[in-house]
């Protein structure tokens, strides 16, 4: 059952513009949500994360906003580098089974000179 | 500081045959997670091993099985492989502090190809 959906696999920016990656989710009881960034050959680092209590978090260049009554959670890269360059994942847990994390299958991100 | 290890990188099986990974958690964490990725997808969760006990399951057969150590690394060990267990197998480690313990930290997994 896919509970955290990343509907747009690829996405390319230009260098200095913003990038926004989309993330949708249906578990209601979610309330801790994460991105995560992953380079080739290594494994997913963590990058920002939002609990259900806000709607927006952010951290340096990078802001994650959240939609609770649209189950949708975005994360911003403002501006963009090409060392942004990676795939994103968007990750949810919930408070009574929190160990187990669900992740979305990614969004490649191509930011361009 | 030592982050997560991984042993090996890469791994050639055959079906039916039975398959070890290896996991050194970070320094001073507890709590080892084991996520399956693949191809195409996003991390799956398998299980995860705090106090050398299965805490939590996923949804993965009994073929898949794990164990814990007294210094907090980890096996994963898949019985009878089909070629759908063909993917790239992660390590995640966390301490057990705290409500929110989801900030977990990946090693660079073993691929696993099944032929």
């Known amino acids: 059952d896919q509970q955290v959906k990343q509907n747009s696999p690829s996405l390319s920016v230009q260098e200095g513009r913003i990038s926004i990656l989309n993330c949708d989710y249906t578990?209601?009881?979610?309330?801790?949500f994460l991105w995560y960034k992953k380079y080739p050959a290594e494994g997913p680092t963590f990058l920002i994360s939002?609990?259900?209590?806000?709607d927006k978090n952010e951290d340096g260049r990078f802001t994650v906003f959240l939609n609770k009554s649209a189950k949708h959670l975005s994360l911003h890269i403002v501006p963009s580098q090409p060392g942004d360059s990676a795939v994103y994942f968007c990750?949810?847990?919930?408070?009574?089974?929190?160990?187990?994390?669900?992740f979305g299958a990614g969004t490649r991100l191509t930011v361009k000179p | 500081d030592a982050g997560v290890t991984q042993s090996p990188t890469h791994l050639i099986k055959t079906r039916g045959q039975q398959v070890t990974l290896r996991c050194s958690p970070k320094s001073g964490h507890d709590t080892v997670s084991w996520y399956q990725q693949a191809l195409g997808q996003g991390p799956q969760f398998i299980f995860q091993y705090y106090e050398e006990e299965e805490r939590q399951r996923g949804n993965f057969p009994d073929r898949f099985s794990g164990h814990q150590f007294p210094n907090y690394s980890s096996e994963l060990n898949v019985n009878a492989l089909l070629l759908g267990d063909s993917a790239l197998y992660l390590c995640?480690?966390?301490?057990?502090?705290?409500?929110?313990?989801?900030?977990?930290?990946f090693g660079s997994g073993t691929q696993l190809s099944v032929l």
């Open positions: 995640a480690s966390n301490t057990d502090r705290g409500r929110f313990n989801e900030k977990l930290f």
């Open positions: 578990n209601s009881m979610f309330d801790y």
């Open positions: 990750a949810a847990s919930a408070r009574y089974n929190n160990n187990d994390m669900r």
């Open positions: 939002i609990s259900s209590i806000k």
